[in-house]
């Protein structure tokens, strides 16, 4: 059976391009993923990579993604997963301006069945998305747990 589409609606009190930016910017990614190293290829076909230290200290690479299709600063969309990336999911990130703030609607879809990552990123994406809030309207944001 087909996992259901994750998807998460938040509105941030920011400019479009600094809310854009919260999501392809290493500074960002950095806070946000607790000092992880975060590199991307901006366009179709491009790679991503969260990375930094593993257990044992040695360089290891958390997630790796690859880029769908890139409308800055309205909608990224990119595939990813844990570790090397064997096994991926899409995430659709759209932004909407909106009066005082950004309509930000994040969707994470087609899961492969054996998906080991469906209800961490079920718990773990309501908990990046209030720190890049936090962060982008105030400068500082919150351990995870």
Not at 23 to 32: D, G, L, P, R, Y
Request: hydrophobic residues 40%; charged residues 25%; negative net charge.
């Amino acid at each position: 059976m087909a996992k259901a589409p994750l998807s998460f609606t938040f509105y941030i009190a920011a400019p479009i391009e600094k809310v854009w930016n919260g999501f392809v910017s290493k500074e960002a990614n950095q806070t946000i993923f607790m000092g992880a190293d975060f590199d991307v290829d901006l366009e179709p076909g491009g790679t991503m990579s969260w990375s930094g230290p593993g257990k044992d200290g040695k360089p290891t690479r958390y997630v790796t993604g690859k880029v769908l299709r890139v409308e800055a600063p309205k909608l990224l969309e990119y595939k990813f997963g844990m570790g090397e990336g064997t096994v991926m999911s899409r995430v659709k990130v759209e932004l909407t301006p909106e009066t005082e703030a950004v309509k930000v609607v994040v969707t994470n879809d087609e899961w492969a069945d054996d998906d080991p990552a469906y209800v961490q990123n079920a718990e773990g994406w309501p908990r990046i998305l209030s720190r890049l809030k936090t962060l982008l309207e105030t400068g500082k944001t919150f351990r995870p747990h």
